[in-house]
């Protein structure tokens, strides 16, 4: 299941595809309506910024509304009210894994190393998966059973150094398997011709026709 999917299936919202070819080209025309059109407007507004282009929308809106939106065959308002608290949509609509705990309490997510912190509830985690909560705001939270666990964050791209090393002693581990990983170098292997992988060893004789001068001695050497 997708992100997307997973969020609305919390929500109890109903993933109503296009299925039928009308469907699908009334679909297809918004978008490159919107993909074509809105591109052109923005830069003929001379906007170049999020700010500006949010304040842009709502006139936009109104404008493409009154010129493509469609009346309903049915105008009843069929919204229902909000089925979870609406200090839990930021649970439901954020990014949303699972990631298996190593003996060290760490492990890996987007190029980064993710250390918990000790205690009596992460050393019960090893060998067992937490979830990971990645927020539009660029809050990150890794909780088990719905509660939140304190940790460290160790970007594998920053290079590591011997001394960090000899300072953390607490952290060693994590970071000689980052440093590993930068000092490793990625394995080059010989390239082979077709004749090399087909088994071919030279001989030292030049392929094709004997050229003119092999060609006379043999001549010579039959007439003989």
């Known amino acids: 299941m997708t992100q997307f999917g997973r969020a609305l299936n919390q929500l ?12 699908k080209g009334r ?8 993909q074509d059109r809105l591109v ?70 987007d190029r980064k190393r993710i250390m918990l912190e000790e205690s009596d509830t992460t050393r019960g985690l090893v060998g067992k998966y937490v979830d990971t909560y990645a927020f539009v705001d660029g809050r990150f939270e890794v909780r088990s059973k719905g509660r939140s666990l304190p940790y460290n964050i160790f970007d594998m791209d920053q290079r590591v150094t011997h001394a960090a090393i000899t300072d953390n002693k607490r952290l060693g581990a994590v970071l000689e398997h980052i440093k590993e990983m930068q000092d490793k170098a990625p394995p080059k292997y010989p390239v082979r011709t077709n004749s090399e992988k087909m088994g071919y060893k030279p001989n030292g004789k030049t392929p094709g026709r004997p050229s003119g001068s092999r060609a006379k001695k043999k001549i010579v050497h039959v007439a003989e």
């Open 12 to 23: 109890n919202v109903e993933i109503l595809c296009a299925n039928s070819s009308q469907a």
């Open 27 to 34: 679909v297809e025309r918004a978008n490159r309506t919107l």
């Open 40 to 109: 052109k407007e923005l830069r003929l507004a001379g906007i170049s910024d999020m700010d500006a282009g949010n304040v842009y929308l709502q006139g936009f809106k109104e404008r493409f509304n009154a010129q493509f939106a469609k009346a309903p065959a049915k105008p009843d308002n069929l919204h229902r009210a909000l089925n979870v608290e609406p200090d839990r949509l930021d649970d439901v609509l954020c990014w949303r894994d699972t990631r298996y705990v190593g003996k060290q309490l760490t492990f890996s997510y």
